[in-house]
């Protein structure tokens, strides 16, 4: 299975945890070839290398990074740069390695790292999924 596929994947399965969780989540497309003038803008614009597959907010300003990688996949040495870093600054950060269904208890503990992001049943998220 190719990574882009986990990652849709693993898009999917955060869609449908929305409603049970307040968080928001984004890709930072990183990846592809590009002609040189527009790679250097990007790299003006702020674009790095390493940056991981998904970044998932969570209220109060948390947020967790995951890297996707194939189930034989290795991480780049910006890729290994950047998860050192998020050590040092204490940012979790995560990388699954093969399907949604091999890492269902690793994306469920990503989830359980904040539990007061968790709705409560009688409350009404401010945010509906598709606003975020």
């Known amino acids: 299975m190719k990574e882009s596929d986990i990652q849709i994947d693993v ?9 049970d ?6 890709s930072i497309p990183n990846e592809g070839q590009r002609k040189v003038w527009f790679l250097n803008k990007l790299v003006r614009m702020g674009l790095k290398s390493g940056v991981p597959d998904l970044v998932i907010e969570f209220p ?5 990074y995951l890297e996707i990688k194939a189930e034989k996949g290795k991480l ?5 740069n950047w998860l050192k870093v998020s050590n040092l ?4 950060h995560y990388v699954l390695y093969g ?6 208890s690793h994306l469920e503990g990503i989830l359980d ?3 007061d992001a968790k709705i409560k049943k009688a409350e009404n998220s401010p945010l509906l999924p598709q606003e975020v």
Not at 21 to 26: D, G, L, P
Not at 60 to 64: A, D, I, K, Q, S
Not at 76 to 80: D, I, K, L, R
Not at 89 to 92: A, D, G, V
């Open 113 to 115: 790292l904040y539990p």
């Open 21 to 26: 969780y307040r968080m928001r989540f984004f």
């Open 76 to 80: 780049s040495e910006t890729q290994q």
């Open 89 to 92: 600054f204490h940012t979790p």
């Open 11 to 19: 898009v999917n399965w955060l869609k449908s945890k929305q409603s």
């Open 60 to 64: 109060e300003g948390r947020m967790v």
């Open 99 to 104: 399907s949604v269904e091999s890492n269902k």
